[in-house]
Each structure stands twice: as structure tokens, then as C-alpha cells.
């Protein structure tokens, strides 16, 4: 059937099974719009507040679902309002398909108005770049960003469409996903199918065979949970390794919900501000197995030095990473949810008492002065844990709320801690929020930000607002942008610069101007009745925003400077 472009883009996100994206409109992607126009009955579109509130928006409905989300923008200013969605998005592998609208042919090239080289722009922060410049490429170019996003390593794709190409007409036939890659029909798309981007990394039996030997010899293991067991939803596969073991966990920041916080193998998150408990494990261990970890130097600080005791193994999907930042004695490359089960035929039930007893000697979890009359990052993450239900989800923001969040609330599942971990970007956390809210209608989302994070996308209550997307705001306010503050107290000599802000808005204001409802709080009862407000408004779809007041000088703790040995703690 003759179709244009804007129609066949419709068809082909029907054919991956796409509900639900996220964008901005402009004047290049005008076609696409106004077909999404005549398909909103099969799916949803959100206008969000800002081109980068829709990229995080996306973004989070990937990583809270699974599935691949999907961001519309326009050329110039819109693509490149996307930027930082993209690359936070390409750092924690999450699997986005970004659609933009270039100028038209006859334009390319020739600086015309809202021109830009998107494609050129993107590459460095994406899986792969498309640029279709006729309708006849189209579907096929489609299918093949899909299938590269969610394929191997995750990832974001983008795929740019001149203007042009959503107007032309062409022959469109329907293909179920499942024959994207066997019918002789697409040509090229089924050479590359037999790429490393998209094939699945088969593991070879005998790395698996090594790895079972090294575990037998091994009195004092230890596992890193990493970002990848999240990603593909390895997380039974890798609690049941862990059991079998018998050995301590230690959590990354991607890896969170992978392994519960709680769980009584579980040492907490590892690194920087990772626990005493996870971070002389690791050091103390002899044989270290990281699964789905890049080593990243917020992890491994001092690569030299990292697990020195230590046979490390590393077990990822992704050749890549294997020796790019801490060298290792044995690595298995593979889908982690297909190497753990392998590994759990092979092994037998072990049992370290003596070792496990050492490990946790040590704090896995940091203890605030409870008397205080201010409010503590535990009493709020405490306080959040008892009320809300267990399956919340959590989105965060960047910074020491970031860390308190991780430390303290115990994460339970893949996809209930929403975080920008790899690129750390401030204003990440309401736009994710509204993307898992979106994918998840049935679950309560809260979003943890800092008041420095918060006004960099306050803006985005507008949508939460309007399209009945309720989330519930913790803004942890403690008046300036606290860790680079932190980090000013400690290392350069408590001198603020640029990080106090004795400034406004009054976030509870804010929220009313938006349409919805907020509380500042400085004590748990406080907390305790804005939280019974703020479910009270979740059932009417609407959003809260708890202003909660922590006192400036608290900090992160347990931290270790980076570049040092990961057992040199500068705060215990």
C-alpha cells in the first residue's frame, strides 16, 4: 500500500510495539506530528516542557519497563536540545530510538534556518547514527535502529529523516518484528544482522569451565552486581549465583535493584561512597567476579590497586570493557543472564561463615545522629520506605541526595531505581519520573532531587500536571549545590564558590503555580503528613512536591578521594 514517509514511521513503531513518545514538535517534523495526529488511539503522545525533559522522559521509560523508548524532535535547536538525554542515555546503556526531522534536500548543507549536522553531533553519544534521505529507506532504517537499541549492549539510536522523506510516498508493507531479520527482502538489514552490534555474544564453554575451577579454589569470594544484570533482567539468575556462593555483594549505582539492598549477602553500594564493609571486602577478597560492571573510576578509584588480593574476573556483554580499566586474570564474554545460568548448572553449594563474618564486621551502611533536631538523609529515606508502597520507583537527580538514596533506600527489583549514573546529569530525575510513570500506571513513582537539580527541571510539573502523571517530589534543600560543596570542604578549603544558593524559588509556591500541591518539612512528623497528603493527591492524579529542609553541612559518608586506594577513607 503507497504510504507517505509520516505514515510509514507510524506503521513501523506499531511494528515494534511502540504505545507511548515522548517530544517537541517544530516546522521540519510538522508531517510526522500531524500523522501522530491521526494515530492517537493506538499511540500516546507526551508534549513535554522541554526537548530534554522529553529525552530523560524517554530514557526512563526504558529503563523502568525494559522495552525501547522513543523521543521525537525537530532539526536545529530541537535535535540539539536532546544532546544531553542522548548521552546520558548512551552511558547507562539505555535503549532510546531518537527520531529528528532535518531540512528538507534541496537545504542540506546550506545553513538554512534551524539547520544542524545532527548526525555528526550524535555519533560520538549513540550505538548508531541514520540519516534517511528517501522514503524508500525508511522502513528498513527503522527496524534496524530497534533492533540495534535493545540488541547486544543497549543503546541509543538515532536516526535523522529529511523533511522531505516524511512527505514522499512509497510502497509499505507490514513485517512482524520476528522477520525483520530472515526475509530476503530487506537486503542489507539482513547482512548486518549477522554484525557483532546486533548477533548476542554466544559464551564459550570453557571460560564458563575456568571461572567454575577459580570459584572451587577460592576461600574468600566476592561478586560485584553491575548495571548490566539490571539491564538484562538477570537478577534471579545472579541471586541465585550469589546464594550458591555463598559470598558478599557488592552493589554499583547501575546495579541497584539488581540485588536487594537489604538482602542479607548484600555489603551496599561500592566505590567512592561506597560502604566500609563493600570496600574492604573487595580489597580483602581473593577472588573478585564483576558482572555487568565497567570498572569505572567512581568504582574502581585506583585501578593499580583495585582488589589486589584478588583474582578478578569479569563476566560482560560488551568486549570493550574487558581490561579498558582494571586488568583482569579471567573475563567471560556474554549476556549475563545467559552466563549466570550456565554458571548455576555448573556450581555447587558453597559455604564462607568465616569470611562472611569478617565482611560484615564492618558497616554496610551509614548511621546519623538520630537526637538531631534537623531532619537526616536516613530519617527522610526511612520515613519514604515505611509509607510508600514496596514496588515504588524511584527516579533521582545527581548529587549527595543521590548517594543518600542509594545507601539507604533497598532497592528490591530491575527498574525501581531510575539514576543517571555514567554521566551524572543534574535535571535527569523528574523527566525520567514522568517516562516511568508513564510505562508503569499502576506503580507509585517518587523522584528525589536536590534543590540545585530541582530548578533545573521544575519545569517539567507542567506535563506531570497536565497529562495526570502524578509523582511525588522529595527535594532534599539544603541551600546549595551540596556535593560540589563537599567536595570544596574537603579539598579546597571550605571555599564556596559558586555552589550557596541563597536564592529563590519557594518550591512550594512553585508547585501551586503549577496546579498542585506542597509542604516544607524540617521534622519526621512534618514529613509524615506531607507523605499522607501527597498519596491523598497520587489518587487524584496529581502531583506533590515535599520541600524537605537538611542542614548544609551534612555530607556523603563513608567517601574516598578519587584516584586513591579504595579503603583510604577520607570520611568514615
Known amino acids: 500500500m503507497e504510504m507517505t514517509g509520516a505514515k510509514i514511521l507510524m506503521e513501523c513503531l506499531l511494528e515494534q510495539g511502540v504505545d507511548t513518545v515522548f517530544g517537541y514538535p517544530g516546522g521540519t517534523i510538522l508531517n510526522v506530528y500531524d500523522e501522530l495526529y491521526k494515530y492517537s488511539d493506538k499511540i500516546k503522545n507526551y508534549l513535554t516542557s522541554h526537548e530534554q525533559g522529553a529525552a530523560h ?23 540539539t536540545n536532546l544532546t544531553t538525554g542522548v548521552a546520558t542515555a548512551h552511558m547507562d546503556s ?45 522502513a528498513d532504517t527503522i527496524r534496524e535502529a530497534f533492533a540495534l537499541a535493545r540488541s547486544g549492549r543497549p543503546g541509543p539510536v538515532l536516526v535523522d529523516i529529511l523533511k522531505d522523506a516524511t512527505a514522499q510516498k512509497c510502497d509499505y508493507e507490514y513485517l512482524p518484528r520476528e522477520k525483520h531479520f530472515i526475509s530476503g527482502a530487506l537486503g542489507a538489514l539482513y547482512k548486518r544482522a549477522t554484525s557483532s552490534a546486533l548477533k548476542m555474544p554466544e559464551p564459550y564453554q ?17 561478586l560485584i552486581c553491575g548495571g548490566g544484570v539490571t539491564r538484562s533482567r538477570a537478577h534471579m539468575e545472579f541471586r541465585e549465583f550469589a546464594r550458591k556462593l555463598d559470598a558478599p555483594v557488592a552493589i554499583t549505582l547501575m546495579g541497584g535493584g539488581a540485588m536487594p539492598g537489604d538482602d542479607e549477602l548484600s555489603t551496599g553500594m561500592i566505590g567512592m561512597h561506597g560502604s566500609q564493609a563493600s570496600n574492604i571486602a573487595v580489597d580483602g577478597c581473593d577472588l573478585l567476579i564483576a558482572v555487568g560492571c565497567r570498572f569505572s573510576d567512581r568504582v574502581a578509584l585506583k585501578p593499580d590497586s583495585f582488589a589486589r588480593h584478588a583474582k578478578i574476573v569479569h563476566i560482560d556483554i560488551d568486549r570493550a570493557e574487558i581490561n579498558k580499566n582494571v586488568k583482569t586474570d579471567h573475563h567471560i564474554i556474554g549476556n549475563a543472564k545467559q552466563v549466570l545460568e550456565l554458571l548455576n548448572r555448573k556450581i555447587p553449594q558453597y559455604s564462607h561463615p568465616e569470611w562472611k563474618e569478617y565482611v560484615f564486621s564492618h558497616p554496610t551502611e551509614t548511621e546519623y545522629d538520630e537526637d538531631s533536631s534537623a531532619l537526616t538523609p536516613k530519617q527522610i529515606l526511612q520515613t519514604i ?51 516511568s510513570k508513564a510505562g508503569n500506571p499502576d506503580k507509585t513513582v517518587i523522584h528525589i532531587a536536590g534543590d540545585g537539580c530541582f530548578r533545573m527541571n521544575s519545569n517539567e510539573l507542567a506535563t506531570e500536571e497536565f497529562y495526570k502523571l502524578p509523582v511525588i517530589t522529595f527535594v532534599f534543600n539544603n541551600g546549595c549545590l551540596g556535593m560540589v560543596r563537599q567536595w570544596q570542604e574537603l579539598m579546597y578549603g571550605q571555599r564556596y ?29 512534618d514529613l509524615k503528613v506531607a507523605i499522607e497528603e501527597a498519596l491523598e493527591d497520587y489518587k487524584k492524579g496529581l502531583g506533590y512536591v515535599v520541600d524537605c529542609i537538611v542542614a548544609q553541612p551534612e555530607l556523603v559518608r563513608p567517601m574516598v578521594s578519587g584516584g586513591t586506594h579504595i579503603t583510604e577513607f577520607l570520611l568514615d
Open 57 to 79: 522522559a524517554a530514557d526512563g521509560y526504558a529503563r523502568s519497563t525494559g522495552k525501547v523508548g522513543v523521543c521525537f524532535a525537530t532539526s536545529g535547536p530541537g535535535a
Open 94 to 138: 539505555s535503549p532510546v530510538v531518537f527520531i529528528t526531522v532535518n531540512v528538507s534536500a534541496n537545504q542540506l548543507g546550506k545553513d538554512a534556518f534551524q539547520e544542524a549536522d545532527v548526525n555528526g553531533i550524535m555519533m560520538p553519544i549513540t550505538k548508531a547514527t541514520f540519516l534517511v534521505r528517501d522514503v524508500e529507506t525508511l
Open 206 to 222: 570453557e571460560d564458563i569451565d575456568i571461572l567454575v575451577d577459580m570459584i572451587a579454589e577460592s576461600k574468600k569470594p566476592m
Open 385 to 435: 520506605g515505611d509509607m510508600m508502597p514496596e514496588d515504588t520507583i524511584v527516579s533521582t537527580d545527581v548529587g549527595q541526595h543521590q548517594m543518600w538514596a542509594i545507601q539507604h533506600f533497598h532497592f528490591t527489583y530491575p527498574g525501581q531505581l531510575i539514576t543517571s549514573g555514567g554521566f551524572g546529569t543534574m535535571g535527569f530525575g523528574l523527566g525520567a519520573a514522568i517516562g
Open 497 to 525: 564558590s559558586a555552589t550557596i544558593l541563597d536564592r529563590g524559588p519557594d518550591f512550594v509556591k512553585l508547585a501551586e503555580a503549577y496546579g498542585l500541591r506542597g509542604k516544607r518539612v524540617s521534622s519526621v512528623d
